[in-house]
Each structure stands twice: as structure tokens, then as C-alpha cells.
Nanobody, 121 residues
Framework: QVQLQESGGGSVQTGGSLTLSCVVSGLSVNKCLGWFRQAPGPGRKEGAYIDRYGSPSYDNPVKGRFIISKDGANNGLNLQMKSLSPPDTAMYYC????????????????WGQGTQVTVSS
């Protein structure tokens, strides 16, 4: 069973930085993993993702400011965030998809409990 445990959230001022960490257990691959937060609009999430090739991708609101990376030593997934502003305030969730026949399958995605990030002006 896949389990995800996030840490690293907190409160920062505008312009500050934070690094979130996610420990991944029960999963032997380091692809199809991501960090997400709630986006405007019902049911939408935005963030960063490591695809089936192991390559990162970013949604526009975080592109250029966030970096998603794998932590091989701790079987984890990190999210470095910089130039934070109040719109970045959210609960951030680590997520894992199944890798099936070489494709990431989001159906049945596993979510962590989340870690809160609060950015004050």
C-alpha cells in the first residue's frame, strides 16, 4: 500500500521560500509523482509533476518559481518554492499515480494528508 507523508509547510512572508518534503513508502518507482494544491474552480488542482519519463512539468501559476525533484536517498519527493506570495497560500498535497505499462494512471491516485503553506503580505 502506497503511503505519502508530507512535511515542511509553514508561514512565510511575501518573497520568501520553503521546501516541502514527501516521504513515499510502498512504491518502488520514482515517476508519476506530484505536488498539488487546490486551484480556483471546483475540483481543480495545480502544481508540479514528474511524468512517466521522469521529467518535471509545472502548471503556469508555479512555473519558474517551484522546482520538483526526487530525493533518492530518502525515497522522497521535494518541492522547492521561492518568490512566494499570498496566492500561494494553500494546503499542499503529495500525490502518487500508478505506473501501468509505462503510463501514469491518475485513476485511484494516492494522496498524502497535506501540509499547510501560508504566505503573508
Amino acid at each position: 500500500q502506497v503511503q505519502l507523508q508530507e512535511s515542511g509547510g509553514g508561514s512565510v512572508q511575501t518573497g520568501g521560500s520553503l521546501t516541502l518534503s514527501c516521504v513515499v513508502s510502498g512504491l518502488s518507482v520514482n515517476k508519476c509523482l506530484g505536488w498539488f494544491r487546490q486551484a480556483p474552480g471546483p475540483g481543480r488542482k495545480e502544481g508540479a509533476y514528474i511524468d512517466r519519463y521522469g521529467s518535471p512539468s509545472y502548471d503556469n501559476p508555479v512555473k519558474g518559481r517551484f522546482i520538483i525533484s526526487k530525493d533518492g536517498a530518502n525515497n522522497g519527493l521535494n518541492l522547492q518554492m521561492k518568490s512566494l506570495s499570498p496566492p500561494d497560500t494553500a494546503m499542499y498535497y503529495c500525490a502518487a499515480d500508478r505506473l501501468v505499462l509505462g503510463y501514469c494512471v491518475p485513476h485511484g491516485r494516492t494522496w498524502g494528508q497535506g501540509t499547510q503553506v501560508t504566505v503573508s503580505s
